[in-house]
């Protein structure tokens, strides 16, 4: 395994960790929730972490199988094409999303049950994971990579650990200083609701240019 593709999926991570929905929901729990808060929200997280490790490890498996028509088909030029204007697309589109709403799309809890908590970490995954371009980047870049089981499956543990951490740094903030997060965690509510779209946009440019950059050899 290089280093180089080591810091691009460890990037590529990082830039994951930009999506508002994992952090927004617990900054909500963190708000609103009093009674059984830790156990609640680490369901919530673990939730959301066994989510996307399962569709990752899925999607590793099925595309390595089908790896040498992969390799094939991304040495075609047309395909090649293909995804550099899918690229190309993704970083103008990036520029014309919608970087304010006046409203949160946070979901609002009816019951506070673990089972609760289970089903707001599925269905948040659900609604996220067609837009985790920074995740299908990686799983790619893996994948062409051809890198063996032992390899990429603590790699692909990593990265969804890096996604839940900024949740956990908060909540760790949040049980040693109590209410002096109130403020803060206010705060960040509020630039959730207001710039959930500025995220995205720079998420849809960033993986736009590494689809640019990695089809440029094969044009």
Known sequence: MSTELLITVGGLALLDTLSPATLGVTVYLLLTEKERLSSRLMIYLATVAVFYFSVGAALMLGLDALLPAMTSLLENRTISWGLFILGALLFIASFYYPKNKKSSNMPR????SMAAMIA???????VEVGMAF????AIGLM???????LQWLPLLAGYNFIMVLPPLVVFVLHSLLGRVMQRPLEKLQAYFAKHSG????????????????NTLDYL
């Open 109 to 112: 809890l009816r019951s506070k």
């Open 120 to 126: 707001l970490g599925f269905t948040t995954s659900l």
């Open 134 to 137: 920074p995740y299908f980047a």
């Open 143 to 149: 994948t062409a990579h051809q890198l063996p089981l």
């Open 198 to 213: 500025s995220a995205a946009s720079w998420i849809m440019c960033i993986v736009g240019l590494i689809l640019i950059f």
